[in-house]
C-alpha cells in the first residue's frame, strides 16, 4: 500500500492536508521531522501514516495519559493495531502489553515519558524493531515553555541506547523562537524536515461580546444550539457552581468541573463530557488539559482569561473537527479588576528571587493588558491575535465579531494632541482615570486633590464624555502612541511615536460601529455562524437527518462506552447528510469513512439514512430544495 491507500482505508480522506505530505513524506525517507501546526491541523496522521508503512514499531511519547487512551481507541476503531503504556495500567498489564509488543502485535505503541527508564520497558526496546519514535507535544522539552517536563529531557538517552537509531519526529502546536530552538537542539534532530504552518483557524469565529446581563446571555446561547456541545469557562468556582445551577434548572444537559470538587467527581464530569452524556460543560481554567474532543461547536467565555495565551488555547478547544465553531468572550470592565485580583492572590513559587517574582508580575500585567485590548479593539479579532503571536494577519478575516459589523471611521487626531499634552505637563504621573477626567475638565474630590485644574489642558475637551476620552487613549495605547508603566498603577507615558501626531504626519482614527452592536440578546440574531454554516449547507430536511444520524451515533457510543466523535466526526455525519450514501461503494465516499469504520458501522448508518429518504438522492438535503 501507498500513503494514499492509508489515508483512505483507514481513514477515510481522500486527500492530505497543508504540510502532512512534506512531513510523511521526509519521515518515509528516514529524515528526522519537526511538525509546528496549530490545534486540529492534523499532526497524528504526519506520524499515523508512516507508522503503517515503516516495517516495524512507532513508539509515540506523549504526556498525557488521557489523551493517549483516546489515540488508541481511534486508531483500533479504524482497524490500526496500537496500545499504550502508562501508569492507568497494572505491572502485570504492562507485562502482558509489552509481551505482546515484542510479538510484532502493534504497528504504534503510546508511551509516557517516565515509562523510558524502567528495566522491563529497555529490556523490550534493546530487541524490538524501532523505526521511528515520535514526541508529541514536544514543547514539554523546552524548560522555556509553560509545559516543561523533566522526564522529557530521558528521551535523548533513550533514542542513544537503541541497537539502530529510529528516525525521529517531534510535534508541537505551541513553539516560540526559543522553545523551537530547545526542541531542536535538546532531542538532537539530524538535519530535520521542519514545517510550520500557520496558527489561523479558520473555522473559529471570534467575537467579543458586552452584554448586560451575561448569565441571560449564556442560557439563550445554550437554548439556541440543543445537542451542540460546548465549553463555558468562568474565572471562578463561584461562578461555575452558579452557572451550572442555573443551566441545570433550565434542564441543559450540563456538568462542571473545577478544582474543588473531588477526584472522583471531576473524573466522572469529564468523562459525562466526553461521552456526550452531558454536552455542556462548565468549568474553570483547571479543565482541558488532554481533552482532544472534536466535536466541541462553541467556547464561551464568561469572564475574560489572564491572558491571550490562555484564551486561545482556551478557545482553540472548538473545532477540532475542522467544521465551524464559535468562540465567544463575555466581556465586562470589572473582569479586569477580577483578573488583577487573582493575580496578586497567585501562590508564588517561594525559590523565585524578589526580582524575578517582580519580573513574573510586569509579565503578568502586560499580558493582562494584551488581553483587555483585544476586548476592546474594533479592528480584525483574527488578526489582532496572529500578530501577538508573530504572525502576519491580513486586516479582514470577515469571520470575526469586527468584521461583520459595519463600521465607521472617526478622525480624532486633535484631540489626541490634546491627550499627549496633558500627558506631558503631567510628567506621566497619572494613569487613565486622572487623565480623562481632567481633560473633561471634572471636577471630583480626588481630582481638586490632585490639583489638576492647575494644568493647561485642564478642561480641554470638556465637550467629549471621559468615557469617549478613554476610548481614544485605549486606541493610542493600541497603536503604541503611548504607553503605560508595567505596573498595577500603569502611569500613562508618551512614545516616541507619538511625535507623529504632534508634528501632523500622523493621523489617529477612531472606528466606530454604524448601529449599536445587538449584545444583549444572542437568541434572538438568529443562528450562529457555526449554526448557520451546517445550515447553509444542509436544508431543513438535511438537518433533520443530521438530527437523526447524531443519535444514532450518540446510541452506538453508549453501547460500546465509547466517546461519540470518535466513532464519526461532526464532519463525517454533515457529509454523510449531503451525499445520503445508498450502498457501500457511496458510503466509502464520505470523508472519514474507512474501510474498518464502514465494516463496524456503515450498515447502520446505511439504514438509518435509507429509512428517511426511502432512497431519494442525497441533493435534497442541502442547497435550495427545502
Ligand atoms: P492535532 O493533533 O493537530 O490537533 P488531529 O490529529 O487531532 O489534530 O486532527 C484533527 C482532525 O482532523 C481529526 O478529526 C482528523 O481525523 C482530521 N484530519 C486529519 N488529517 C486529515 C485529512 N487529511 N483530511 C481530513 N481530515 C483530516
Ligand atoms: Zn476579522
Known amino acids: 500500500m501507498n500513503k494514499f491507500e492509508i489515508l483512505k482505508k483507514y481513514f477515510g480522506y481522500d486527500q492530505f492536508r497543508e504540510g502532512q505530505e512534506i512531513l510523511i513524506d521526509a519521515v518515509l525517507r528516514g529524515r528526522d521531522a519537526l511538525g509546528i501546526m496549530p490545534t486540529g491541523a492534523g499532526k497524528s496522521l504526519c506520524y499515523q501514516v508512516p507508522a503503517l508503512l515503516f516495517p516495524g514499531i512507532t513508539l509515540v511519547i506523549s504526556p498525557l495519559i488521557s489523551l493517549m487512551k483516546d489515540q488508541v481507541q481511534a486508531l483500533n476503531q479504524a482497524g490500526v493495531h496500537a496500545a499504550y503504556i502508562n501508569s492507568s495500567l497494572s505491572e502485570n ?222 478557545a482553540g478547544r472548538a473545532g477540532r473537527d475542522g467544521e465551524p465553531a464559535e468562540c465567544i468572550l463575555l466581556y465586562s470592565p470589572q473582569d479586569v479588576m477580577v483578573n488583577r485580583f487573582l493575580l496578586e492572590s497567585k501562590e508564588q513559587n517561594p525559590e523565585f528571587t524578589w526580582e524575578e517574582l517582580a519580573a513574573i508580575r510586569e509579565r503578568d500585567e502586560e499580558r493582562l493588558r494584551v488581553m483587555n485590548y483585544y476586548c476592546m479593539t474594533k479592528n480584525c479579532l483574527r488578526t489582532y491575535i496572529l500578530q501577538y503571536f508573530g504572525e502576519k494577519g491580513n486586516g479582514d478575516c470577515g469571520n470575526c465579531g469586527n468584521c461583520r459589523k459595519e463600521s465607521v471611521e472617526r478622525d480624532v487626531t486633535e484631540a489626541a494632541g490634546h491627550i499627549i499634552d496633558c500627558i506631558l505637563e503631567m510628567h506621566g504621573r497619572y494613569g487613565i482615570n486622572v487623565v480623562a477626567g481632567t481633560l473633561a475638565g471634572d471636577n471630583r474630590a480626588k481630582l481638586r486633590e490632585y490639583g489638576v485644574s492647575g494644568y493647561p489642558s485642564y478642561g480641554s475637551l470638556k465637550e467629549m464624555s471621559e468615557a469617549g476620552i478613554k476610548e481614544i487613549i485605549n486606541q493610542m495605547l493600541m497603536e503604541g502612541l503611548l504607553a503605560v508603566t508595567p505596573d498595577k498603577y500603569a502611569l500613562l507615558k508618551v512614545t516616541k511615536a507619538a511625535e507623529e501626531v504632534r508634528n501632523s504626519t500622523r493621523a489617529v482614527l477612531l472606528k466606530e460601529w454604524k448601529k449599536e452592536p445587538e449584545t444583549a440578546e444572542p437568541a434572538k440574531k438568529g443562528k450562529s455562524a457555526a449554526g448557520k454554516r451546517r445550515s447553509d449547507i444542509l436544508n431543513s430536511r438535511g438537518l433533520e437527518l443530521f438530527e437523526r444520524l447524531r443519535s444514532l451515533r450518540t446510541e452506538i457510543a453508549r453501547q460500546q462506552n465509547m466517546p461519540p466523535y470518535i466513532i464519526f466526526s461532526d464532519k463525517t455525519l454533515v457529509d454523510m447528510c449531503v451525499k445520503a450514501p445508498r450502498n457501500k461503494a457511496e458510503m466509502l465516499q464520505v470523508t472519514g469513512v474507512g474501510e474498518n469504520k464502514f465494516a463496524r458501522y456503515g450498515e447502520r448508518f446505511l439504514e438509518e439514512i435509507a429509512s428517511f429518504t426511502g432512497g431519494v438522492p442525497g441533493k435534497f438535503y442541502f442547497g435550495e430544495w427545502c
Not at 510484532?104 to 523510558?116: D, F, M, T
Not at 538517552?157 to 530547545?182: G, K, N, W, Y
Request: net charge neutral; glycine share 6%.
Open 93 to 314: 498489564q504492562i507485562a502482558k502489553a509489552l509481551a505482546l509488543a515484542a510479538a510484532g502485535q502493534y504497528k504504534i505503541i503510546y508511551v509516557a515519558p517516565e515509562r523510558l527508564e524502567t528495566p522491563g520497558f529497555l529490556h523490550f526496546a534493546r530487541q524490538a524493531d524501532i523505526s521511528m519514535v515520535t514526541v508529541d507535544e514536544a514543547h514539554c522539552i523546552s524548560q522555556w515553555g509553560q509545559d516543561f517536563r523533566p522526564s522529557y529531557l530521558k528521551i535523548v538517552q533513550f533514542i542513544r541506547i537503541l541497537p539502530t537509531r529510529p528516525v525521529v519526529s517531534a510535534f508541537t502546536a505551541t513553539a516560540t523562537e526559543r522553545v523551537r530552538e530547545d526542541i531542536l537542539c535538546v532531542l538532537g534532530l539530524k538535519e530535520p524536515e521542519i514545517l510550520v504552518t500557520g496558527f489561523d483557524r479558520k473555522n473559529l469565529y471570534f467575537v467579543v461580546e458586552t452584554p448586560r446581563k451575561k448569565e441571560a446571555y449564556v442560557k439563550d446561547y445554550v437554548a439556541a444550539h440543543p445537542g451542540d456541545s460546548g465549553i463555558i469557562y468562568c474565572a471562578t468556582r463561584k461562578n461555575v457552581d452558579m452557572l451550572y445551577q442555573h443551566l441545570a434548572a433550565e434542564g441543559v444537559p450540563v456538568t462542571r468541573y473545577h478544582a474543588g470538587l473531588g477526584n472522583e467527581e471531576r473524573r466522572r464530569n469529564q468523562e459525562d463530557f466526553i461521552y456526550d452524556r452531558a454536552p455542556v460543560m462548565v468549568a474553570t481554567n483547571a479543565f482541558g488539559m488532554g481533552i482532544d474532543k472534536s466535536n466541541v461547536r462553541y467556547v464561551l467565555h464568561y469572564n475574560m482569561p489572564q491572558s491571550l495565551e490562555n484564551y486561545y488555547q482556551e
